[in-house]
């Protein structure tokens, strides 16, 4: 079991510029999880996904946010035209699937980013 | 909708000394609850979760919570606190739907003295 991983850990970038998030969960975890977390708050809830399926998506996600998980393994994050409000640490999590399983969330050791 | 409050924002203890973070929850039925630690660099460690029987949940690394429907409260204590102990501790709680997604409180950051 080597968690959850993410890449990277630290971005840079300039406003209005693209950026990609890798996440890769524990292996045999089919749920994984997106949340974001701001400067002294706690992590906020993007999307998560079954499988290869997004199941729902938070309000937070506006239109420049995509997230896929083309094989149910891994997963992307993209931030299109970033903006300076969305600097923050990007959480991912996995769990297994079912009532309590689903809850007991392994995070990663996210992905800052700020945008310049 | 479900939310939690954690009502402080910092604490600070001795080394050895008791602890007791408050976290209190809105939800009309049994909530699930958890507590997680965040230490700098690191990824949310899940310290303890409370889904239902038992009101006083065992963690890990010495932590229990206890759970008071009457208060809405979960109040993570630890009866000797440790150096390493320090990090931010975050309250959730899990949405009462199929996602399983958690809401989380804003965080206690916790400070040990020597």
């Known amino acids: 079991d080597t968690g959850v991983s993410q890449d990277p850990r630290h971005k840079i970038t300039k406003r209005g510029q693209n950026v990609t998030f890798r996440c890769d969960p524990i292996?045999?975890?089919?749920?994984l999880y997106w949340y974001r977390q701001t400067l002294g708050q706690g992590p906020e809830f993007l999307t998560y996904?079954?499988?290869?399926?997004?199941?729902?998506k938070s309000r937070l996600l506006s239109d420049r946010f995509s997230a896929e998980r083309p094989k149910g393994s891994f997963s992307t994050l993209e931030i299109q035209r970033t903006e300076q409000g969305d600097s923050a640490m990007y959480l991912c999590?996995?769990?297994?699937?079912?009532?309590?399983?689903?809850?007991?969330?392994?995070f990663g050791p996210g992905t800052r980013l700020t945008v310049t | 909708a479900q939310s939690v409050t954690q009502p402080d924002i910092h604490i600070t203890v001795s080394e050895g000394a008791s602890l007791e973070l408050r976290c209190n929850y809105s939800y009309g039925a049994t909530p699930y609850l958890f507590w997680y630690v965040q230490s700098p660099g690191q990824g949310l460690q899940l310290l303890l979760k409370?889904?239902?029987?038992?009101?006083l949940v065992q963690g890990i690394k010495g932590f229990e919570a206890e759970f008071k429907r009457s208060q809405s409260s979960f109040n993570l204590r630890k009866p000797s606190v440790h150096w390493s102990d320090a990090a931010e501790y975050f309250c959730a709680v899990g949405a009462q739907d199929s996602s399983y997604k958690l809401i989380f409180g804003s965080g206690t950051r916790l400070l040990v003295r020597p």
């Open positions: 999590a996995s769990s297994l699937e079912g009532l309590r399983r689903g809850y007991e969330q392994y």
């Open positions: 292996s045999e975890h089919n749920r």
């Open positions: 996904f079954q499988n290869e399926a997004q199941l729902e």
């Open positions: 409370y889904f239902s029987g038992d009101t």
